[in-house]
């Protein structure tokens, strides 16, 4: 069979998986709508938020940025990783015993004040917004490059798929889908990894193979052979960073700090039975996605050796199919331009000038065809790309969904609603948002590649210092909570509109407040957000006693539920 | 629960908290990113020390610090008997 052909199959048998699941799965209830009516066992919920959390950036990107990056990349493996550790010490047992539906509804009332929980539901949804338009590209990439279906036709394939389960099953269809989706993801990107690392090192654990000798016979370590590589062909040396230590300090804890805030993740530890199952839940979440993470960069070492010894030098009239392949597609770009038929493929420190320019996405996505991996493994990453695209985004638009139907109108504007009404109103929410991120999937703003470090900054900024504050700081009060969340985004958003879209010639480290890229600009928005909140809760009246029993009470797993419940 | 036992139960949690996020900040910003440099000196086969914790370690330490959370919390709570209404999982 052919390689069009394998992944044909592969996606199909995917997608039946996922619909099967969702028939299975159905929500009746607006709890088993928004979390699954909290039923979801620990494990369970490991594997679907791992599923939830791995995107089409962490499966398709990740490692083509790690191999452009070097040791630099690291700061996308900590920074999505180290999230974790502060999501199961320092939120979600917490947010699980407190135990409503969404964050709002936490910030709503810990903070009792209906501004406080707008300002919470204009953050979530902006945030998954951003978010889930880049999911969408991300299916309909996949779509027009494995199967040759337009990116249009791509995208509203997956729109269908989602439409389906989302706005059928809710948080509990998405959950199961989700398990399925990342056991599909997990074993399309471990397959080409380990056959690689066992041709390139004979080493089968890839996490092993990139600090394993060659078997070429050198007896040189891979990471030796790839610095020597580099530097003769003036590419910086692998193992060794070029960014500075504040900015690598910043950008890390910025993504940290910003795991730990985003709604979609924070959501699905309300989905377990338990206080403890929250915690436990975390780590097998954190194991799950470790697997997929400590993976990348052996990807990334192995992907970027095959390419500097093969292609430097090498005759155009004589590159093998899979670069032909991509070249049509415009992810790898050859002009020839000192004309002698070779490809000269050097870094900024060369003297001879560089006539190749490839797209850092290929290097998941062509890494079994370089390798000359069997036609079926082809087909599995295609699988295994739209499983990451499909389970975030399908986490996205529940938090866009709940925050429509639960938490402005049934907590803000009509109170009196029915939970019937209240659960169609979410499912045509979850609809209307699947329609919106399908249009900015088939017209994508011109930043797509620019809203990780948006969402990220922003979820640092405004989620995740209220939230702790809101439980390990009895004395802050609305005020702080409302004028911290406002700033802290505020100050953000401001940074990074202006260096990426107002002034992206001065978007350099010179003109960067402390030399902090808009990357890593989140980690000061948080502190300002702290400073201010702080602040401004000391200033004026502490929180009434009934909400200072309210969070007494959330810090211990006592009894499980609803804690108590405030009037707003 | 009493005022007191609960009291002594949240000091013990952050008690747990501070120790462990001094060692997630160890692990993470110390030897990935600021100590890097003098760690790569030291190797492990074909990693240099700083490297293998800053694409390697520090993801094999935030699994072990929260199994660590997980197994203390577990304990405590069992101790000060805070989950006594709570279902089994």
Known sequence: MTVQAWTFVMVALSFALYIGVAI???????????????????????????????????????????????????????????????????????????????????????????????????????????????????????????????????????????????????????????????????????????????????????????????????????LERLDGLSQQLGFATYTAGSKSTLDLFFITAALMVGTAGLPHVLVRFYTVPTVSGARSSAGWALLFIALLYTTAPAVAAFARTNLLSVIPGLAYAEVPEWFSKWESTGLIKFEDKNGDGHIQYTGPASEVENELTIDRDIIVLANPEIARLPAWVVGLVAAGGLAAALSTAAGLLLVISSAVAHDLLKQTFRPTITEKSELLVARIAAGLAVCVAGYFGINPPGFVAEV??????????????????????????????????????????????????????????AHWLFGISPEGIGTLGMLINFAVAITLSLLTAPPPAEVQELVEEIRLPDHIGPAHELSA | MSRDRRHAYWRTNLRYLTVLLLIWFAASFGCGILFVEQLDKIRIGGFGLGFWFAQQGSIYCFVLLIVAYVWLMNRADKKFEARKQEPGV
């Open chain 1, 24 to 222: 299975w799965a159905r929500a009746g209830t607006t709890k088993e709508f928004y979390v699954a009516g909290g039923k979801v066992s620990p494990l369970t919920n490991g594997l679907a938020t791992a599923a939830d959390w791995m995107s089409a950036a962490s499966f398709i990107s990740m490692a083509g940025i790690i191999s452009f990056m070097g040791r630099d990349g690291s700061v996308y493996l900590m920074g999505w990783t180290g999230g974790y550790v502060l999501l199961a010490l320092l939120l979600a047992p917490y947010l699980r015993k407190f135990g409503k539906y969404t964050v709002p509804d936490f910030v709503g009332d810990r903070y009792y004040s209906q501004v406080a929980r707008v300002v919470a539901v204009i953050c979530a949804i902006f945030v998954s917004f951003t978010y889930v338009a880049g999911q969408m590209r991300g299916v309909g990439i996949v779509f027009s490059r494995f199967l040759d279906v337009g990116i249009t036709e791509g995208v509203l394939i997956g729109m269908g798929i989602v439409f389906f389960y989302a706005v059928l099953g809710g948080m509990k269809g998405v959950t199961y889908t989700q398990v399925a989706q990342y056991c599909v993801l997990i074993f399309a990107f471990m397959v080409p990894a380990i056959f690689i690392s066992m041709m390139m090192t004979s080493q089968p654990v890839p996490q092993l193979g990139f600090g394993s000798t060659l078997v070429d016979g050198s007896g040189l370590y891979l």
């Open chain 1, 452 to 509: 990780v470090a948006f969402a990220f900054g922003l979820a640092a900024a405004s989620f995740f210092p209220v939230i702790l504050l809101g439980i390990f700081w009895k004395r802050a009060n609305d005020k702080g909570a409302i004028a911290g969340m406002i700033s802290g985004i505020g100050f953000t958003a401001g940074y990074i509109v202006y260096f990426k879209f107002l002034h992206p010639e001065l978007n350099s480290a």
